[in-house]
């Protein structure tokens, strides 16, 4: 091995390290999008939900399907909504064994998905959904990109870590635009707590000299003093 390809590999190491370092980091939180896999028990009568909080302009891309192991023929159907946090909905199935809604949030907020089973299968036992949730980078079809731009190999895996660099940090940013209003809102409930605290203290004392006043007045009346 030559001294050039002993340094060029070094240096791709110390690269791709400071990401790998971030990516591992972060994949025990919920700053880097990834793929979910979902296993909801819908019961037989009922609604069951999930949620995901979700920033504004992200793709999400969510497959699901109904499993029944014990009568694979005749699989129960059920029917599917989703909302947005401003409740406009965003995807509504019917008599489905499986389904796929993709949309790309134009609200910030808590992105609602339900799911039930139809009415003629209400009696039946509860089933087991299948859920593919992804949301953001883990939504993009890599393969698509490959072909379109015609990079592969160690270009495209960069290429990747590049995407998931700026989804962390687009995160980070409205994790911190989300901190900076909830202080906002607690430094204004604050205040008016405040303002409350000494408006009422000032009613008790009024009333208090009020209620001297009276008494006073009522007792000089009766010449009791």
């Known amino acids: 091995m030559s001294k050039g390809m002993f340094f060029g590999g ?13 990516l591992c ?3 025990k939180s919920n ?3 990834v793929a979910e896999a979902i296993w909801l028990t819908i019961p037989s009568s009922g609604t069951k939900c999930v949620s995901e909080e979700i920033q504004n302009n992200v793709v999400v891309l969510v497959d699901y399907y109904v499993i029944d192991e014990k009568n694979p023929d005749h699989i129960p159907t059920i029917s599917a909504r989703v909302t ?5 909905n965003l ?6 064994t499986h389904g796929q809604f993709a949309f790309t ?3 910030s907020g808590k992105y609602l998905a339900c799911f039930w089973k139809d009415g003629r299968h209400q009696q039946d036992s509860e089933l087991t959904l299948g859920l593919d949730w992804k949301i953001g980078i883990a939504a993009k079809d890599w393969d698509s990109v ?7 190999g160690v270009e495209l895996v960069l290429r990747r870590l590049q995407g998931i660099v700026e989804s962390i940090h687009g995160n980070l940013i409205y994790l911190k635009d989300r901190e900076a209003d909830m202080r906002e809102v607690s430094e204004r409930t604050n205040a008016r707590v405040a303002w409350f605290s000494i408006m009422s203290l000032g009613v008790c004392i009024v009333v208090s000299i009020v209620q001297l006043w009276y008494l006073k007045r009522y007792f000089l009346k009766k010449k009791l003093i």
């Open 10 to 22: 070094r240096g791709r190491a110390a690269l791709l390290l400071p990401i790998i370092w971030v």
């Open 91 to 96: 995807h509504h199935n019917e008599n489905a």
């Open 31 to 33: 700053i880097l999008p």
């Open 105 to 107: 949030t134009s609200e």
């Open 146 to 152: 490959a072909k379109k731009e015609k990079i592969e």
């Open 25 to 27: 980091f972060t994949s």
């Open 84 to 88: 947005s946090p401003f409740g406009n």
